[in-house]
């Protein structure tokens, strides 16, 4: 849906600006009040809590919503890296190999920059970054020496990194392949990583930095929510794998009402998935963290990404390889304004191997059913997740060997995130009873994954939660 600031209708205003939700306040928003504090004692109040309509904007998709008309589901990855920031390849390299394996849509997600403008790179450190003179070689018989612009300096030879707007002219397509503007956002507080991915940007965000954790976050939002508002285009701005360096805990995510947006799955190896006897898995915070904000905050779900964040393109075993994770996007068309409106409906699911045909919660009987795309020789167990009305709130810090409290999410009843019901059927489907907070399906293949990125892992799809929306 494209928008300008000439639209009237209040509802609409709140569609075409949830991709930024609770950035820039709408008419009928209420504040959350400051003094609420989250049950760590933390108080919060970073933003809005939202108003009637937008509840209902950024409902889940449902049965006999208009967004259902024409479902078409698209594939796309929304974090990756070039030679523009830390990967080891050419940008065109990377697009052409996520077009040839029928990605519809694309981000690339440097570092704190934009593929804009010049920037040269010395052949040495391509070949020290790549591992060898082989990345070069593919690189001129892919795209051959008219393409490819080199140039002599002083010290070394040099070859110019290629612009979104030139990978753009080869390979998009209308319907078929798209190309997002993005960015990495890479900010830290007290030598914590806090990274955060803008989708569709028009200009460069920089680092605001903050005094915590929760005010970075919030900040670098801000930030987004002003150039979106200025601009008039929506921005998707995601919070990227919060175990990395143990930076941001679940209740830092819950607290920050204004996010909307994490990475349930990121396949760069070195993210503390699973995390640790003291920290809990990525999963486990995705639920503490919808428990806490429907419940105890009033204000919407966290929705989860599958991402690759991938660095390393050359086959290097341990690296972050592409093709491990992704989400696919239900949107009329695909363009970057459809994609993102429809991701803040939760019309999405998240991925690391499953696929689907069909996802759908019916609102009329209150039933979430999924239709698994099968491969041959794997079976499928779909779990329905959740977190049910009157759960143990008790909670408690983790303590060191010394029974000291020790930092990080605190400890929570197995209550939250309980497995609801367990199936087998490649049509698994769930009737809510109407006790939960919420309902998430999480669906796993048999057998080893292909390019795990840590020990043990399936492949996995992840739904969004519904059954929130009162």
Same mark, same amino acid.
Request: proline letters at 5%.
């Given at each position: #849906?494209?928008?300008?600031?000439?639209?009237?209708?209040?509802?609409?205003?709140?569609?075409?600006?949830?991709?930024?939700?609770?950035?820039?306040?709408?008419?009928?928003?209420?504040?959350?009040?400051?003094?609420?504090?989250?049950?760590?004692?933390?108080?919060?109040?970073?933003?809005?809590?939202?108003?009637?309509?937008?509840?209902?904007?950024?409902?889940?998709?449902?049965?006999?919503?208009?967004?259902?008309?024409?479902?078409?589901?698209?594939?796309?990855?929304?974090?990756?890296?070039?030679?523009?920031?830390?990967?080891?390849?050419?940008?065109?390299?990377?697009?052409?190999?996520?077009?040839?394996?029928?990605?519809?849509?694309?981000?690339?997600?440097?570092?704190?920059?934009?593929?804009?403008?010049?920037?040269? #790179?010395?052949?040495?450190?391509?070949?020290?970054?790549?591992?060898?003179?082989?990345?070069?070689?593919?690189?001129?018989?892919?795209?051959?020496?008219?393409?490819?612009?080199?140039?002599?300096?002083?010290?070394?030879?040099?070859?110019?990194?290629?612009?979104?707007?030139?990978?753009?002219?080869?390979?998009?397509?209308?319907?078929?392949?798209?190309?997002?503007?993005?960015?990495?956002?890479?900010d830290s507080v007290n030598g914590k990583p806090i990274h955060m991915n803008a989708s569709n940007l028009e200009q460069l965000l920089r680092p605001t930095g903050g005094a915590s954790v929760r005010e970075a976050i919030d900040s670098n939002l801000r930030a987004a929510a002003e150039q979106a508002e200025r601009t008039g285009r929506q921005i998707l701005v995601h919070l990227n794998h919060p175990n990395f360096g143990w930076a941001v805990t679940a209740e830092d995510l819950a607290a920050?009402?204004?996010?909307?947006?994490?990475?349930?799955?990121?396949?760069?190896?070195?993210?503390?998935?699973?995390?640790?006897?003291?920290?809990?898995?990525?999963?486990?915070?995705?639920?503490?963290?919808?428990?806490?904000?429907?419940?105890?905050?009033?204000?919407?779900?966290?929705?989860?990404? +599958?991402?690759?964040?991938?660095?390393?393109?050359?086959?290097?075993?341990?690296?972050?390889?592409?093709?491990?994770?992704?989400?696919?996007?239900?949107?009329?068309?695909?363009?970057?304004?459809?994609?993102?409106?429809?991701?803040?409906?939760?019309?999405?699911?998240?991925?690391?191997?499953?696929?689907?045909?069909?996802?759908?919660?019916?609102?009329?009987?209150?039933?979430?059913?999924?239709?698994?795309?099968? +491969?041959?020789?794997?079976?499928?167990?779909?779990?329905?997740?959740?977190?049910?009305?009157?759960?143990?709130?008790?909670?408690?810090?983790?303590?060191?060997?010394?029974?000291?409290?020790?930092?990080?999410?605190?400890?929570?009843?197995?209550?939250?995130?309980?497995?609801?019901?367990?199936?087998?059927?490649?049509?698994?489907?769930?009737?809510?009873?109407?006790?939960?907070?919420?309902?998430?399906?999480?669906?796993?293949?048999?057998?080893?994954?292909?390019?795990?990125?840590?020990?043990?892992?399936?492949?996995?799809?992840?739904?969004?939660?519904?059954?929130?929306?009162?």
């Open positions: #849906m494209m928008w300008t600031k000439t639209i009237s209708s209040p509802l609409l205003v709140l569609l075409a600006g949830l991709a930024v939700w609770g950035w820039s306040d709408p008419p009928t928003a209420k504040r959350v009040a400051t003094e609420k504090q989250d049950v760590s004692g933390v108080t919060v109040g970073l933003s809005p809590a939202p108003s009637d309509a937008a509840w209902e904007a950024a409902k889940p998709w449902q049965d006999g919503s208009a967004e259902s008309v024409t479902p078409k589901w698209y594939r796309g990855n929304l974090h990756t890296h070039s030679f523009w920031s830390d990967g080891d390849d050419f940008p065109e390299m990377i697009v052409r190999w996520y077009a040839d394996q029928g990605y519809h849509f694309l981000a690339l997600t440097d570092h704190n920059i934009l593929s804009r403008g010049e920037k040269w #790179m010395s052949l040495d450190t391509v070949e020290k970054r790549s591992g060898g003179q082989e990345c070069m070689e593919k690189y001129q018989t892919a795209f051959g020496d008219d393409w490819i612009q080199t140039r002599e300096s002083q010290s070394d030879k040099q070859v110019l990194l290629c612009s979104l707007e030139r990978i753009r002219e080869r390979f998009e397509k209308e319907g078929e392949f798209l190309l997002i503007e993005a960015e990495e956002i890479s920050v009402t204004r996010n909307r947006f994490f990475e349930v799955y990121n396949g760069h190896p070195g993210v503390n998935h699973n995390g640790d006897a003291n920290r809990p898995s990525i999963e486990r915070m995705w639920d503490i963290v919808n428990t806490l904000r429907i419940d105890k905050f009033d204000v919407l779900p966290l929705f989860g990404l +599958a991402v690759d964040d991938s660095h390393n393109y050359h086959g290097k075993p341990g690296g972050s390889h592409p093709g491990r994770g992704w989400v696919c996007v239900r949107a009329d068309q695909l363009n970057a304004e459809q994609l993102i409106g429809a991701m803040q409906r939760g019309d999405f699911y998240a991925s690391s191997g499953v696929e689907l045909k069909a996802l759908q919660f019916n609102k009329q009987n209150q039933i979430l059913e999924l239709e698994i795309v099968p +491969a041959a020789g794997v079976t499928y167990q779909t779990q329905f997740i959740g977190t049910r009305k009157g759960y143990d709130t008790k909670t408690q810090s983790k303590k060191d060997a010394n029974g000291k409290p020790m930092p990080g999410t605190r400890a929570y009843s197995a209550d939250i995130g309980e497995v609801l019901a367990t199936s087998d059927s490649l049509n698994p489907k769930y009737p809510l009873k109407g006790d939960e907070l919420y309902v998430r399906a999480v669906i796993t293949a048999s057998g080893d994954h292909p390019d795990p990125s840590f020990a043990g892992q399936k492949a996995q799809a992840w739904t969004q939660p519904v059954g929130w929306e009162k």
